[in-house]
């Protein structure tokens, strides 16, 4: 027979006595509002996050500050260096073409997966753009659009059905977000770059999926070479 719990409440042990809502939404609300300011170009690439300034700023506790940042670094959008402390991720030139690299490798074989691909992944591919689209109507922030133009080339990747290149897509992302999203405020080009993602779709579902391959590799080359001269590493 097992022992009851002892505890509070009627000696009873709760198990979600250690969370803290208030504690996590603050923690969250920070992560966010920073993550703003980097998209929106507000702080650059290599700036230091120095947690006592963030705190008296934001009117919150270095504690909370410090698992913001951590949050941050996780996502990639900072950098975590001993005896240097947390700055704003740099993109180098190498980073860049690697990442870019591997992009195609995953995206142009999920295009080439659309006829054996679920309907479900097919249609997944058009709300992405209906939601790029929409986010280019209705003035989204750059944050808002850069995660819809990503959300798009993530629902590529997973046409092929695994899970697991999803996630490694998803990673790949995370290191030019930042990158992606300064390409998207120097260009101001969203609706243009809705057009072409919607062509890309017309090529496929008329069932000519070497030139929507084709186009998409094109595609991610002219991002890459954008990236690099916004950042000025060419």
């Excluded at 209705?138 to 899970?163: D, K, M, N, Q, Y």
């Amino acid at each position: 027979m097992t022992p009851p719990a002892t505890g509070c409440q009627g000696d009873r042990v709760n198990p979600f006595e250690t969370l803290n809502l208030a504690h996590s939404s603050t923690v969250d609300r920070v992560a966010e509002e920073l993550r703003r300011a980097l998209f929106d170009g507000e702080v650059e690439a290599g700036t230091p996050l120095r947690e006592v300034a963030l705190a008296d700023a934001m009117g919150v506790s270095r504690s909370t500050i410090r698992e913001a940042l951590g949050v941050l670094v996780a996502e990639g959008l900072a950098t975590r260096e001993p005896n240097r402390g947390v700055h704003v991720s740099e993109p180098d030139p190498a980073s860049v073409h690697d990442v870019s690299a591997a992009r195609r490798v995953l995206e142009v074989a999920g295009v080439r997966h659309w006829a054996e691909a679920t309907d479900e992944a097919r249609e997944a591919c058009h709300n992405a753009l209906r939601a790029f689209a929409e986010a280019a109507e209705t003035g989204a922030s750059p944050a808002e659009l850069t995660a819809a133009h990503l959300a798009i080339h993530r629902s590529f990747v997973a046409l092929t059905g695994s899970t697991r290149l999803v996630a490694l897509a998803e990673s790949l992302t995370s290191e030019i977000r930042l990158a992606l999203a300064k390409v998207d405020r120097i260009r101001r080009n969203s609706e243009a770059q809705v057009h072409n993602h919607a062509a890309l779709l017309e090529l496929l579902e008329a069932g000519d999926v070497e030139a929507a391959a084709a186009e998409l590799e094109r595609h991610l080359a002219h991002a890459e070479t954008s990236m690099l001269d916004a950042l000025d590493l060419t």
